[in-house]
């Protein structure tokens, strides 16, 4: 299994919210661009970056750090928000993503985003956020009455490479991942998955790696590596992905 460190980014600055909330920020450095040679240095395979403000915005904001944190390093950089559009997909996948994470214009016009998966085949996974399992778009702002697993089906169906299932109410708390609900997206899903949202142990690193059979295949830690409760290394490793 795969393991993401996250980088996300508001004013130019890495931070990490809680729950989802741009009120409850946290600030943990002013270098994204350092932060990403950070991980690489620890062992990651892949990083996975997030224009927070742009997801706000409904458009890329900061497209011009994202472009420097990929040139910045070696390993491959999966990046999200924002990307509502096939021109924006096209953008950041130009400016050297190896993979666009769609949310949004999945949910509101799927059709669009099935053309999008079909022009980079391989390189479009589809972001589905969910709060007591129902999906929320726009920066985590919107409700939706969609059921996760459902979209998980959909996702597979418009041709996604993978699917990201975020548990927002687990968000950067640290208080463990939903495991049974990964299972369950990752099962509907029939393609990869990865999973987001509330790891703060290596043994939670552990718990999403035991559901491989059912297709969980990556997990994203942000939080708890910037508070040092997760060391990399040892994630990497209880997640066989040293």
């Given at each position: 299994m795969t393991v993401f460190p996250a980088i996300d980014l508001r004013g130019g600055r890495c931070v990490r919210l809680t729950e989802g909330s741009f009120e409850r920020e946290t600030v943990y450095g002013d270098d994204p661009v350092a932060m990403a040679r950070r991980w690489e240095a620890a062992g990651a395979r892949w990083l996975h970056v997030v224009d927070l403000d742009g997801a706000r915005a409904g458009r890329p904001v900061q497209a011009a750090l994202v472009a420097a944190i990929c040139r910045a390093v070696r390993i491959p950089v999966q990046v999200g928000g924002g990307l509502r559009d096939a021109a924006a997909v096209a953008a950041v996948l130009e400016a050297g993503a190896a993979r666009a994470v769609v949310g949004t214009i999945a949910v509101g016009d799927?059709?669009?985003?099935?053309?999008?998966?079909?022009?980079?085949?391989?390189?479009?996974?589809?972001?589905?956020?969910?709060?007591?399992?129902?999906?929320?778009?726009?920066?985590?702002?919107?409700?939706?009455?969609?059921?996760?697993?459902?979209?998980?089906?959909?996702?597979?169906?418009?041709?996604?490479?993978?699917?990201i299932y975020t548990d927002i109410?687990?968000?950067?708390?640290?208080?463990?991942?939903?495991?049974?609900?990964?299972?369950?997206?990752a099962?509907?899903?029939?393609?990869?998955?990865?999973?987001?949202?509330?790891?703060?142990?290596v043994d939670d690193v552990r718990a999403l790696a035991a559901?491989?059979?059912?297709?969980?295949?990556?997990?994203?830690?942000?939080r708890a590596l910037y508070t040092g409760a997760v060391d990399l290394p040892a994630a990497l490793a209880a997640a066989g992905d040293a």
């Open positions: 799927p059709a669009r985003c099935a053309a999008i998966c079909r022009a980079h085949a391989g390189r479009v996974a589809i972001g589905l956020d969910a709060r007591d399992g129902r999906l929320r778009t726009a920066g985590w702002t919107e409700a939706s009455a969609v059921e996760a697993r459902a979209a998980a089906a959909a996702a597979a169906a418009m041709g996604a490479a993978a699917v109410g687990r968000d950067g708390t640290q208080r463990g991942p939903d495991v049974e609900g990964t299972r369950a997206v099962r509907a899903a029939g393609i990869p998955v990865i999973a987001s949202g509330g790891v703060g142990s559901l491989a059979s059912d297709g969980v295949a990556g997990v994203i830690v942000g």
